[in-house]
């Protein structure tokens, strides 16, 4: 259990994998290799809910990658704080229970890592979700300036180097 | 009381439910004239999706129908098939099937009591609001729910839409470290599983009692889960594959999903019909639990679902220990010709009977498919106990009240929308 976790959200499903494949480039990417051992994983999250706390639970710094529609101009990537992400109006369910959600249990169970940013990746209104679809092209040229900012973020969170 | 007013009564996003349900509720002299409960999903139509396909694909496309139970719609649809082609599985397949399933059940029930069910009876609007003067409580449910989600994931690789399951078994053998590591976490959760019973059983829920049909399955030795015949309080006790003989489907135009009905009347399936139809099957340490909280089953009252949640989660716990206690890795599945014709299929979903019907071509593809999931079973029952339960809770409290309380029953019965509206005739008239 490392002290930094970053953890890709989203799904099989064209844009929707943004997150997944920032993760997979941040794997591969020469600046993670080259972290001391034991500092950082990254992986793809099983979706939200629960299985989402367990795998930020312990974490000092846990980073959040996720593809977001929010009117911006597609491949935008927006850092929040956790803190600044309110519970929305999104009704959770047994099945759907939203990254807001999810994060407003976790505040309420005092469950977080001191330090939760969340990364979005602006998709563009008119995605497909199919399952041969990839990314689009803004989406997949915002990869890796985005994996250079995550690691600076794990660099600059623990003072290495 | 002898004021008379007119309430009508919208709401149309429930909360804390799977799906898009919506509920009216029409009220005139102080009596019910009109009370609908919606569902208004659109429909998925993944019978007809399966048309066509390889039989062995049915396993991972069924998967996908729901993200809470999709191990149930998985040993359904296996045991159909298996039952058509004659392959006779092992007591490893069959025991490692009912361990998985265990996690599903551990994992839906726990969720749906602390996060969803819960804060209706504490006065909370939401799980979040609940954690901050619960957190205890709360925290005991993500436990229980990550331990089903780790089970499900030792045999399916992740725990929403897992891959392990094929006809036959399973694709691969957990290795042994891995169960023993589970099997730890599985003994020091029972505590956890114990005080849930007796904390359930001491929420102060409306004391309601109703007239209903239990509808389950019945195994002649253990608690259903995986396999069994079907039966009803009411007498019923038949194989699988006699279900449409008693049970016929209908459309009603308010509602995406079809309602079912038990020789003409609406029947209630789940966890409740589930205990009242077998407590006595309970493994003796989980029946005593059950004893000590004086809540005498079988129950009347719909309320006491939560509690049967509760210990059908210590149920699944005791018995996933049972199975994996002496775990060896075996031969993971049994394979065979495939054979024309009709194949039957149900298991115990942790919301209810789930039962398939497959026609087979005999090359081995679907030529049709039936799916009847739990929540269209329990659709009419919903409505039948909204009706009399809001006019016991009395028409006379305020609209907010009202609602609140037409949330609680439907809430109460742990629906799946999504689940349930898999199908819907469509029939165009043009004038």
């Given amino acids: 259990m490392t002290p930094v976790r970053v953890l890709g959200l989203g799904s099989p499903f064209g844009d929707d994998r943004a997150g997944w494949i920032a993760v997979e480039s941040l794997l591969q ?91 979005l990746i602006e998709i563009p209104a008119a995605a497909k979700f199919g399952a041969a679809d990839g990314l689009s092209a803004p989406v997949a040229g915002a990869i890796s300036g985005l994996v250079a900012t995550v690691l600076t973020e794990i660099v600059d969170s623990h003072g290495v180097f | 009381m002898n004021e008379r007013r007119e309430i009508k009564i919208n709401v149309p996003v429930l909360a804390r439910v799977e799906g898009e349900g919506a509920l009216d509720l029409h009220i005139r002299d102080g009596r019910i004239e009109n009370l609908k409960f919606h569902i208004g999903e659109p429909p998925r139509l993944f019978e007809k999706f399966l048309e066509g396909r390889e039989a062995f694909e049915v396993p991972d496309m069924v998967a996908r129908i729901c993200g809470i139970c999709p191990v149930a719609y998985q040993m359904s649809a296996v045991q159909a098939l298996e039952s058509l082609f004659g392959w006779r599985s092992t007591p490893w397949i069959e025991a490692m099937r009912r361990a998985m399933y265990c996690g599903e059940w551990i994992s839906s029930h726990s969720l749906h009591i602390h996060l969803l069910a819960a804060p209706d009876f504490f006065g909370y609007s939401s799980a979040p609001e609940m954690a901050r003067d619960y957190p205890d409580e ?83 030795n253990e608690y259903p889960l995986y396999s069994g015949r079907i039966v009803s309080d009411t007498g019923l006790d038949i194989p699988v594959d006699r279900f449409e003989d008693h049970f016929r489907e209908h459309q009603e135009a308010h509602s995406t999903a079809l309602y079912s009905l038990f020789e003409g009347r609406p029947y209630l399936v789940g966890p409740l019909a589930r205990l009242n139809l077998n407590w006595d099957r309970l493994p003796e340490p989980v029946r005593r639990k059950l004893e000590k909280t004086g809540v005498p089953f079988p129950t009347r009252n719909v309320f006491h679902s939560m509690l049967a949640r509760a210990v059908e989660i210590h149920l699944a716990i005791t018995e996933a220990i049972r199975l994996l206690e002496k775990y060896e890795p075996e031969v993971p599945f049994v394979a065979g010709e495939h054979r024309a014709g009709t194949g039957f299929g149900c298991s115990e979903a942790p919301r209810g009977l789930l039962w398939h019907r497959y026609d087979v071509s005999e090359d081995g593809k679907i030529l049709k498919a039936r799916i009847v999931p739990p929540t269209s079973q329990n659709q009419a029952r919903i409505a039948e106990d909204l009706h009399r339960s809001i006019e016991a809770f009395g028409l006379d409290r305020s609209d907010d009240e009202l609602r609140l309380h037409g949330e609680k029953v439907i809430r109460n019965y742990d629906p799946c929308i999504s689940c349930a509206t898999h199908f819907l005739k469509l029939k165009v008239i043009r004038e």
């Fill in chain 1, 29 to 119: 990417s020469d600046g993670f290799r080259a972290l001391p051992d034991g500092l950082a994983s990254a992986e793809i999250c099983d979706p939200i809910g629960s299985n989402l706390l367990d795998a930020m639970r312990g974490a000092d710094l846990a980073i959040l990658i996720d593809a977001a529609q929010s009117g911006a101009a597609p491949g935008t990537v927006r850092r929040l704080d956790a803190q600044q992400i309110e519970d929305g109006s999104e009704p959770y369910s047994s099945h759907g229970f939203g990254l807001s959600a999810t994060l407003d249990l976790g505040r309420a169970l005092n469950d977080l890592p001191r330090d939760v940013i969340v990364f």
């Fill in chain 2, 138 to 220: 709360v925290r005991r449910g993500l436990r229980l729910q990550s331990l089903g989600n780790e089970l499900i994931r030792l045999f399916g690789a992740r725990s929403v839409h897992p891959v392990g399951v094929r006809i036959g078994g399973f694709y691969a053998a957990p290795p042994k470290d891995r169960v023993e590591k589970l099997l730890e976490r599985l003994r020091a959760a029972l505590p956890d599983a114990e005080n849930l019973v007796a904390w359930t059983a001491s929420v102060d829920v409306p004391q309601d009692k109703l007239d209903f049909i239990s509808v389950a399955l019945r195994h002649p």
